[in-house]
């Protein structure tokens, strides 16, 4: 099965500091990568979708140069969350659609990333 | 604006009960998706339901698609323990001209002895 990666698995960082979030396909070249965000009992929220070699685009009220995501290669996407504060505390979750019509079907989940902003 | 709605959002039911879990969507799509999510833990894809009609069992649940009512389900048979779980539903928009997926509230499942 697909596999989807993201590293770090949890990061605590100071407020006004900027964090990296990767997030790779490992078995599958990706054509789409999604980026949500997931606050304690919530639903997930998509925040921006992200094509290889080209800007993502984000939802209405993300904001972007909050919240910038590069999508370096057809494997491997990146959210920094920039000057973050403790509202940006939550669980960062990333997703990638295949390019192969065997993966091309769902989206594929990596496991998460928890940040928290002191 | 796309909306997607689950019913019950929090369900408690006992060991051996059956229940339905029903994701209602706003417009138009032939592609849901169900996933669990325990606490904690990132999403675990459960079903994917890509046409109308499609029906799709594992184990306990079972879910299915009417894409012309717009309404899925997720049934639970017999429920036990390990069950306990929130349950989301995704509604696909890949096909229009919006490429993402949307997720229901979710239904926080609880399953008691």
């Known amino acids: 099965g697909a596999v989807v990666s993201q590293h770090p698995s949890r990061v605590i960082c100071k407020s006004g500091t900027s964090v990296k979030i990767e997030c790779r396909s490992l078995?599958?070249?990706?054509?789409?990568m999604f980026w949500y965000r997931q606050f304690p009992k919530q639903s997930l929220m998509l925040m921006a979708t992200s094509n290889e070699g080209s800007k993502a685009t984000y939802e209405q009220g993300v904001e972007k140069d909050k919240f910038l995501i590069n999508h370096a290669s057809l494997t491997l996407s990146t959210l920094t969350v920039t000057s973050a504060h403790p509202e940006d505390s939550s669980f960062y979750i990333c997703s990638a659609r295949g390019l192969a019509v065997s993966f091309a079907d769902t989206q594929y989940f990596g496991p998460g990333t928890r940040l928290t902003v002191l | 604006e796309l909306k997607v709605e689950q019913n019950p959002l929090f369900l408690s039911m006992q060991e051996g009960k059956n229940y339905t879990i029903y994701c209602n969507y706003s417009t138009t799509s032939d592609r849901l998706y169900w996933y669990r999510q325990d606490p904690g833990k990132s999403l675990e894809s459960l079903f994917v339901l890509l046409s109308n009609g499609a029906v799709k069992q594992e184990g306990r649940l079972m879910a299915s698609l009417d894409t012309k009512a717009r309404l899925s389900t997720l049934h639970i048979t017999a429920a036990v323990h390990d069950l306990s779980a929130t349950y989301f539903c995704a509604v696909d928009m890949s096909r229009t001209s919006y490429d993402k997926v949307i997720f229901g509230p979710g239904t926080s499942l609880s399953v008691i002895p």
């Open positions: 078995d599958f070249q990706a054509t789409t």
